[in-house]
C-alpha cells in the first residue's frame, strides 16, 4: 500500500526541513493546547503561512490539540478554531472529549484524528472512535505488527497512524499519572518532566529501570498496513527533522535503508535504537538502564589512557571542534566533550579519516575513564551543514478569503456586490462592439486581489444594455471593493449544554476490579448490590475478558465502569447494564461530559490531576453526574515492557512485586500477565467537593 510519511515541527523552520526533505503531511502544536509545550509551536499566522506553502506543494497539515483542556481553558477554543479554519487545516489531532464534541459542531469539516494519548490498543477501541466521527487513530506503541494487521484488516475504512522512529515512553501514551501526580506536572497537558528517565532504587538495584531506547522500525516500516508513518520530534531541532524524513523517505520511495544517513540521525539526536514490540511483543532489549540521553554514534572504544588524552581506533572520520561522549561507568549521563586538538600516528591533524588510531585531547575537567569504555560522535560539523533547504520568502504565501462577486454594468454606474457589500463607480458607459470582450475584461481585473486576503473564487457578470467599461474604472470598482468588504463572521461560539441536576449529598461507589484472572469463585463472594465492576485500563486479551464479562453479567453484575474506549464496544451487547466514566477518561470540562453522555455513561470522574478549583465549576455545569476519587491508589503508569530479569522462557509467571524509591518517595511496582503498573505507596487524597454524585475511597491498593 502506499504510505503517507508524517513529520514533525515543533517550529515553522522544522516544517519548511519536513517539506523540503520529503514529508506527505506535517503535524505541528500551536501556542496553546499542544502535548509538547517545550516546543516553540506555532503562532496563528505562522500557521497560516506554513498551511498555505503546504497545499501549494499537495502535503498536508495537521494541528496537534491534544491536551486536556480545563473549564477555564476551553472558552480559548473558540479562537483557536477560528484560526485553524481560516488556515484551512487538513485534521485535528485531540484527546480531550471536550475538544471531540466542540470539533463536531463547530468545525465539521476539519478531519479529527484520535490522538496516541487516546491509547488505542485493540480493535474494539478503534471500532468506538470510529463510530464517534474519527477518520484517523494513532495507535498506541505498543502493539505488535500482528495486532496492527487484525486492526487494520478488520476496519478497512479507518486509517491508521503508527510512530516508526523517535522517543518511546515506558508508558502506554495516555496511561501516565507519574508526572501529574508526583511533580505537579502533566503529560496529559504537555507538562512531562519524564521522571520515568530518572534512577530508581530498591529491588532491581540502582538503575534507570524504566528509561526506554529510542524506536527506529527503518525497514520494517514496509510492512505496516497502515497509511500513515509517524515520526516522533516535535522537540527536535529542524537538523534532526530533515535528516530523518530524509531517511524514511528514502526507504519508502523503494532504495534501500543508507547506513551514511542512519549514521547522520545518531550523530544529531538518539538514543540507542530498537523496534520496540514490533516484531516481538515479548522483547525485552529496549531499556537504556544505564545511561540517559543523547548518546550519538558508535565510533570506537578507549584502548588508551595517558596523562591528558585518550587513543582509540576510529570507526568513522572525526574532526576537530566535533562533539564527544563517552559512556562512564557509574555516571547518569555520559561524559562529553568538543574535540580541541586530534593526533594521527603522533602528528597533530584537523581531520582522521575511519579506521585510524588517533588520540583526542581531553579537558582539565573529567571523570575518572576506563580502558574499553565506548566512545560516541555525538556531533559532527559535517552533518550539520549537510541538510540545507528551500523555504519561501516571509509572507510569501498565505491563505485567501473566497469570495463570489458579482459585476453589474449600466448606462452611468457600474456596481460590485460581494457578502453584504455593495460599491458603485459612476461614468458613461458606451455601447461596446465586443460585448465578450468586455466580460473577459472584467475576469481579468478582478483577477487581480494581490496584496489582500482575498481571492475572486465565483465571478458573475450582468451586461445586459451590452456596455462598454475602460480597465480603469474596473480596477477602480474592484479596489473599492476588497477595500470596503465586510466578510460575514464564521461563528464559533461555544454551545449551551443541558446541565444535570446537582446532588445534595455523595454516596460512596463500591468497586470491583476485573482482570483475565477472574475467577467465578472470586465473583461468588460479591455483593452485587451497587458494587460497579471496573475494566482493565488496557486489554490485549479481548476475547479471555469477554469471557470474564459473560461470566459476571449471567451471575447478575449491570453496573461497569469503563477506563478506555474499548470498553464502551465491549459492553455493547449487553441490555440492561448501567455505565461510568473511570478516571483515565480525563474528564475536565462540561463538554466531556457531553460527550460521554452522547455514548451512553451515567456518570463521569473528573481527571484525577484536575484542580479543586477546576472541580468546583465542573460540578456546577457538568452535563453527567459526577463521582470523585477521594482516596485511591491509582496506577501511576501502565506499561507492557516487562520489569522482571528473566527471560520469558524461564519466566514464573504470577504476580511478581518490586519495591523501589526516587527521590526520597517509595513506589511498588508490579509485574503481572505480561503488564507492569507502578504506585505511590501513598494514597491518592482529595477532600471532597459538593455537589458530587457519589465518591471513591480505597484505603488499599487492589
Avoid at 584502548?303 to 576537530?320: P, R, V, W
Avoid at 452535563?623 to 524461564?650: G, M, Y
Wanted: aromatic share 10%; proline share 4%; charged share 25%.
Amino acid at each position: 500500500m502506499k504510505h503517507e510519511l508524517l513529520a514533525p515541527a515543533g517550529n515553522i523552520e522544522a516544517g519548511y526541513a519536513a517539506l523540503y526533505y520529503g514529508a506527505d503531511a506535517v503535524y505541528l502544536g500551536l501556542n496553546k493546547f499542544s502535548a509538547r509545550v517545550g516546543a516553540d509551536n506555532f503562532n496563528f499566522e505562522e500557521l497560516n503561512e506554513f498551511t498555505a506553502y503546504a497545499h501549494s506543494l499537495k502535503r498536508k497539515v495537521f494541528v496537534a490539540l491534544n491536551t486536556i483542556l480545563t473549564e477555564e481553558e476551553i472558552k480559548d477554543l473558540p479562537e483557536m478554531f477560528a484560526a485553524i479554519a481560516k488556515a484551512k487545516v487538513d485534521a485535528l489531532i485531540i484527546q480531550d472529549l471536550g475538544v471531540l464534541y466542540l470539533a463536531k459542531k463547530l468545525l465539521p469539516e476539519v478531519e479529527l484524528h484520535a490522538s496516541t494519548q487516546m491509547a488505542i490498543h485493540n480493535v474494539e477501541g478503534a471500532k468506538f472512535l470510529q463510530s464517534l466521527g474519527f477518520k484517523r487513530v494513532v495507535l498506541a506503541r505498543e502493539l505488535s505488527l500482528p495486532e496492527i494487521k487484525e486492526i487494520a484488516e478488520t476496519l478497512p475504512d479507518l486509517d491508521l497512524e503508527v510512530f516508526v522512529h523517535g522517543a518511546l515512553c515506558y508508558s502506554y501514551s495516555g496511561q501516565c499519572m507519574f508526572s501529574a501526580l508526583e511533580y505537579g506536572k502533566s503529560a496529559n497537558r504537555g507538562r512531562c518532566v519524564y521522571p520515568c528517565r530518572s534512577l530508581f532504587d530498591g529491588d532491581c538495584a540502582k538503575t534507570h529501570l524504566f528509561s526506554m531506547k529510542d524506536l527506529a522500525l527503518e525497514e520494517d516500516v514496509l510492512k505496516l498496513p497502515a497509511l500513515s508513518l509517524k515520526i516522533e520530534g516535535r522537540k527536535k531541532s529542524p537538523l534532526y527533522v530533515a535528516a530523518v524524513t530524509n531517511y524514511y523517505r528514502h526507504i519508502l520511495d523503494g532504495k534501500k535503508k543508507d547506513l551514511k544517513e542512519a549514521e547522520d540521525i545518531k550523530q544529531i539526536f538518539s538514543r540507542p535504537w530498537c523496534h520496540f514490540h514490533l516484531n516481538n511483543n515479548k522483547a525485552k532489549d529496549i531499556v537504556d538502564e544505564n545511561f540517559v540521553g543523547h548518546r550519538g554514534l558508535l565510533i570506537g572504544k578507549i584502548e588508551h589512557i595517558g596523562k591528558h588524552k585518550i587513543g582509540f581506533k576510529t570507526a568513522h572520520t572525526i574532526a576537530k571542534h566535533d562533539g564527544i561522549q563517552i559512556d562512564v561507568r557509574g555516571d547518569e549521563k555520559p561524559f562529553g566533550f568538543g574535540i580541541k586538538e586530534l593526533a594521527v600516528n603522533g602528528k597533530r591533524q584537523i581531520e582522521a579519516q575511519k579506521g585510524c588510531y588517533v588520540e583526542l585531547e581531553l579537558p582539565d575537567m573529567r571523570p575518572r575513564l576506563t580502558v574499553g569504555e565506548p566512545i560516541y560522535l555525538s556531533s559532527a560539523s559535517e552533518v550539520k551543514g549537510k541538510y540545507a533547504y528551500a523555504k519561501p520568502k516571509s509572507g510569501e504565501y498565505k491563505n485567501l478569503m473566497p469570495l463570489e462577486v458579482t459585476v453589474e454594468i449600466g448606462a452611468s454606474e457600474i456596481w460590485a456586490l460581494s457578502e453584504a457589500t455593495a460599491v458603485s463607480v459612476k461614468g458613461e458607459f458606451t455601447i461596446a462592439k465586443d460585448p465578450e470582450k468586455v466580460v473577459d475584461t472584467v475576469r481579468k481585473a478582478f483577477a487581480k486581489t494581490g496584496g489582500t486576503d482575498y481571492e475572486i473564487k465565483h465571478l458573475t457578470v450582468h451586461n445586459p444594455e451590452k456596455r462598454f467599461v475602460p480597465v480603469s474604472c474596473l480596477n477602480e470598482l474592484r479596489r473599492t471593493l476588497l477595500e470596503n468588504i465586510v466578510p460575514e463572521k464564521r461563528g464559533f461560539d461555544l454551545p449551551e449544554i443541558k446541565v444535570v441536576e446537582k446532588t445534595i449529598k455523595a454516596h460512596q461507589i463500591k468497586l470491583f476490579a476485573v482482570d483475565l484472572a477472574t475467577t467465578q469463585e472470586q465473583i461468588s463472594k460479591v455483593d452485587f448490590s451497587g458494587v460497579w465492576f471496573v475494566l482493565p485500563q488496557i486489554c490485549r486479551n479481548i476475547k479471555r475478558l469477554a469471557k470474564v464479562l459473560d461470566m459476571i453479567y449471567q451471575a447478575g453484575a449491570r453496573l461497569f465502569v469503563v477506563h478506555n474506549y474499548y470498553g464502551f464496544e465491549l459492553l455493547k451487547k449487553y441490555k440492561d447494564i448501567r455505565v461510568g466514566a473511570g478516571s483515565f477518561l480525563y474528564v475536565m470540562n462540561r463538554y466531556a461530559t457531553e460527550s460521554l453522555k452522547s455514548f451512553g455513561a451515567e456518570w463521569a470522574t473528573p481527571a484525577l490531576e484536575s484542580s479543586p478549583e477546576n472541580m468546583k465549576i465542573l460540578v456546577e455545569n457538568s452535563a453527567l453526574h459526577l463521582v470523585q476519587t477521594i482516596c485511591d491508589f491509582p496506577p501511576l503508569f501502565t506499561s507492557a515492557v516487562c520489569i522482571r530479569r528473566n527471560d520469558c522462557k524461564h519466566c514464573e509467571g504470577g504476580t511478581k512485586v518490586y519495591n523501589l524509591m526516587k527521590d526520597g518517595r517509595e513506589f511498588t511496582a508490579i509485574s503481572k500477565d505480561c503488564q507492569v503498573q507502578m504506585f505511590d505507596n501513598k494514597p491518592y487524597e482529595r477532600d471532597l467537593i459538593d455537589g458530587m454524585w457519589g465518591f471513591v475511597k480505597e484505603t488499599k491498593r487492589n
